[in-house]
Structure formats: C-alpha cells, structure tokens
C-alpha cells in the first residue's frame, strides 16, 4: 500500500489547522508525525483515514484517489485497506476479546476463528480471548487494539498516540508489538505521537506545523 499525499490543507469553519501537508509513504515503511498538542496531528490522521473531510489537495492510496469516494465507498475502503489504533483503545466493552479481534473480519464477512487465535497469539494474549475487556490491564487492551487492527491484513496501519494512555515500560511494550506486528504484515504503519521515544523508533520522523510537514526532531 502506497500513501500519497498532495497539498492536504484542513480547516474547521474559518480556523485553518494545517495546508500544504504533502507525504509520500511506501509500502512496510514506519513514519512518525510529530508535533505539539493542538497542531492537528488527529485531525491529519482522520483525512488520511478518511474518516474526516479535508479542505484541499488529495489523499491516494495504492493508485485509488480518495476525493473520487463517497462515505459509503470509504466506508468500504476503510475496512478493506486500513488498521486503526486510537489512544483510548476502543474496543468494545460487552464482545470478549476475540469477537473484538474478529470484528473486522465479521464485517468484511469473512470470519476466521483460527486468523483472530493466530493474531490473538502474535500480540501475547493467546490465552485470553474468552476474557471481557474489564479483565484487561491497558497495556494488553492496547494489544487487542493492535491485533484488531491488523487482523484483516490492511496494507496501512494508522496510529493516534497509541501509547498516550500508558505509564513508560508498558509504552515500550506496547510498541514492540506494534513494530514488529506491522513489520510481520507488511503494512506501512504512520504513527501520530508527541512521544519522542516511540517516534525515534520510525524509520522517518516529520513534524507537523500549521505550514505542512518538514523532515527533522520533534521540536
Ligand atoms: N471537530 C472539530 N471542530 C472544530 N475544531 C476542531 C475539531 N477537532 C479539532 N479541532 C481543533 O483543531 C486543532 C487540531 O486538533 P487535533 O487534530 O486534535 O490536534 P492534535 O491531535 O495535534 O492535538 C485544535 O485547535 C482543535 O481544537
Ligand atoms: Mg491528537
């Protein structure tokens, strides 16, 4: 999965986040974004998700442009093409954790019990797939989210402060498994962090300003 990304600008009414946000991401390859709190990294990874409207310039994935979809040929893209972890994890509070893992294979309907035991096994939770999420600590939630994400083989891997929530040790665990699952699937894996420690394990560090992305440290 290529990710390119032309002259993106995203505005809320009047208030302009960001303009002139252009990237290129290859296929396996691991880009962080980083920047301080505010400058729109959330909002640039929902328009790369299409999750969110952007104001201008195009997003393309893998040759399919995504201004050319509407929201239910995102919708369809999205579960086809694309992993999703969120700093607050979201999984779902009455599924056990395999029916969370297995979730998007269900929409996709192609269930695959011995896939999500598999993934579930991957993260370091082989045991605990009959578990409610209440019987979680954060960091193996935060691998379920991993293995949910990655379950249906997306070829982009999309990461909102994925270890915001967590204390330092589980942090760098929880982004092992990150990095070494993306890197097992083969799916590009853009991280949105103020985390210098998870960023610096990126192949490729940007900085998000009002102005665009430019190479280089976080600031
Ligand atoms: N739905 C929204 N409506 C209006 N303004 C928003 C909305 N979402 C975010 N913003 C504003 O856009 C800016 C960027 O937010 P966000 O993308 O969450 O930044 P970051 O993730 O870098 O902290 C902030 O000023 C925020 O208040
Ligand atoms: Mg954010």
Redesign the pocket.
Known sequence: MSLRVEGLGKR??D?V?FSGVSLRVEPGEFVAIV?E????????LNCLAALDDWSEGTITHNGTDLNGLDDTQRAHWRREHLGFVFQAFHVLPHLDIAQNVGLPLLLLGRPDAARVQAMLEAVGLGALGARLPAELSGGQLQRVAIARALVHRPGLLLADEPTGNLDPRTAAQVMDVLQQQAADSGAALVL?THSATAAARAQRVLHLTANGLQAGPAG
Do not use: M, P
């Open positions: 809320y009414g208030t986040v920047g709190s505010g400058v729109g990294k959330s909002s640039l949105v």
